[in-house]
């Protein structure tokens, strides 16, 4: 099970960083993007973080 949830932790912070450039680096003009970019990366930010937090918890 901790090699699940330690694949989940990197595809939810590689989803973090790679949604949140295109959350960053979207023109202003097409609001709609950019809003569901963050959206993404919040979502890939809330992942990581728990199950980077359950890894460190099983591991001590």
Do not use: E, P
Not at 18 to 39: E, K
């Amino acid at each position: 099970m901790n090699k699940l949830v330690a694949i989940v932790c990197v595809i939810s912070w590689s989803g973090f960083w790679a949604f949140g450039y295109l959350a960053l680096s979207a023109s202003s003009a097409d609001g709609h993007q950019m809003t569901m970019a963050a959206l993404l990366a919040a979502i890939g930010f809330l992942t990581g973080t728990f199950t980077y937090m359950s890894l460190s918890r099983k591991s001590g």
